[in-house]
C-alpha cells in the first residue's frame, strides 16, 4: 500500500500510510523526485515518506490508482518551486499524456487554477 496525500488545502499537508494505519502531515519541501543514473532529477515520479516509520512510495506522475491527487501533487510540487500555475499545470499534463496517453489526465484545468491563484 502506498503513503499519499489526502489534504492539500492546509501546509503542512496531511498524509496517510495505507498499510499501517498511519497518519500525519508533511512539508510539501519534503517530497522529492528521485534521481536518474546521472544525478539528474526524474520529474516522471514524486517520493512522498511517511511521517510516523519513514516508509516511501514513490508516485508516476500519471497518478497510479490516484490519478487525481497524484496528479495535483506534481502541479502543486511545481508551483512549490516557482513555476506559475498555468505553466505547471500544462508541464504536469503533457507528462501524464507522454507517459500514459491522452485519456489518463483526470483534473480540471480551471478549477485547479483558480485553487492555485486564491
Given at each position: 500500500m502506498s503513503v499519499y496525500v489526502t489534504d492539500y488545502s492546509i501546509i503542512p499537508w496531511e498524509v496517510v500510510h495505507d498499510e499501517m494505519g498511519h497518519t500525519g502531515t508533511i512539508d510539501p519541501a519534503t517530497i522529492v523526485?528521485?534521481?536518474?543514473?546521472d544525478g539528474a532529477e526524474n520529474h516522471d515520479f514524486l517520493i512522498v515518506t511517511c511521517p510516523v516509520c519513514q516508509?516511501?512510495?514513490?508516485?508516476p506522475v500519471g497518478g497510479g490508482a490516484q490519478k487525481?491527487?497524484?496528479?495535483q501533487m506534481f502541479v502543486r510540487k511545481e508551483v512549490s518551486l516557482g513555476v506559475?500555475?498555468?505553466?505547471?499545470?500544462?508541464?504536469?499534463?503533457?507528462?501524464v499524456v507522454a507517459s500514459d496517453g491522452e485519456g489518463r489526465w483526470a483534473l480540471d484545468d480551471a478549477s485547479l487554477l483558480r485553487k492555485l491563484s486564491a
Open positions: 523526485h528521485p534521481k536518474n543514473m516508509a516511501v512510495s514513490t508516485h487525481e491527487s497524484v496528479q506559475p500555475p498555468a505553466e505547471a499545470i500544462a508541464d504536469v499534463k503533457a507528462r
